[in-house]
């Protein structure tokens, strides 16, 4: 365990359903992340909350919608996928240890959109 | 534009010494961090660098030079367990981690 928990850890959902992503982090950190990783590809970022505030959203479809209710807790709202939207996403916290902003993730979230 | 380089996979034999390296170009530059993922797993924070030399952590050692844009991750006395992705990450000017892709490692007895 991390620190960071996510919910679920799998996931199969159509193009039509809604569905969310939750992330829990009880390291005290203040800033948290949404990143996608796809097989053989570089982590992407896609969201970044800072004490609750939206503070990066990279260009993300709004079919990704984030939710930050409070510095502990962060969603992934999902809504009409494509199957290309099929991947781990991972959330992250972190906090700056030595000057160095360190993350600390969670283990994923393996989403599948047939 | 901002680009990282490492190699996609690297083969090594438990007990010996593996030396994994990165590229990379950044809109700046804040420091490099080096993550290790094994598969199913959480990437997990192995060290930073931000000035120009070696900083040794056990078993594990990371390299920088800013001149060349160039870090490399040693990790000696390999053990089956550190089978792993390893992940390069320079930080740019806004302080964002550009990721690699991450260089698989397959340790053989």
């Known amino acids: 365990e991390t620190g960071v928990t996510q919910t679920p850890r799998h996931l199969v959902m159509g193009m039509t359903n809604k569905k969310s992503l939750k992330c829990e982090q009880h390291?005290?950190?203040?800033?948290m992340y949404w990143y996608k990783q796809s097989a053989k590809k570089p982590l992407e970022l896609m969201f970044v909350y800072n004490f609750k505030e939206q503070t990066e959203n990279n260009s993300v479809p709004s079919r990704f919608s984030p939710e930050c209710p409070n510095s502990s807790h962060l969603f992934l709202h999902l809504h009409t996928l494509q199957p290309e939207d099929s991947a781990l996403y991972l959330c992250?916290?972190?906090?700056?240890?030595?000057?160095?902003?360190?993350?600390?993730f969670g283990a994923g979230s393996r989403l599948t959109v047939l | 534009g901002q680009n990282i380089d490492q190699p996609t996979e690297m083969t090594a034999t438990e007990g010996a010494i593996v030396q994994i390296n990165c590229t990379y170009q950044t809109s700046g530059f804040n420091g490099l961090f080096w993550y290790q993922q094994h598969a199913g797993e959480a990437p997990t924070f192995l060290s930073y660098n931000v000035l120009d030399g070696l900083e040794e952590k056990g078993r594990f050692s990371s390299f920088l030079s800013r001149s060349k844009g160039y870090s490399y991750l040693l990790l000696k006395e390999l053990q089956m367990k550190d089978s792993a992705s390893y992940l390069c990450?320079?930080?740019?000017?806004?302080?964002?981690?550009?990721w690699g892709a991450g260089t698989k490692l397959i340790i053989k007895p």
């Open positions: 390291l005290g950190h203040n800033a």
């Open positions: 990450a320079p930080g740019d000017s806004n302080y964002q981690l550009i």
């Open positions: 992250a916290s972190s906090q700056e240890v030595g000057g160095a902003n360190v993350l600390t």
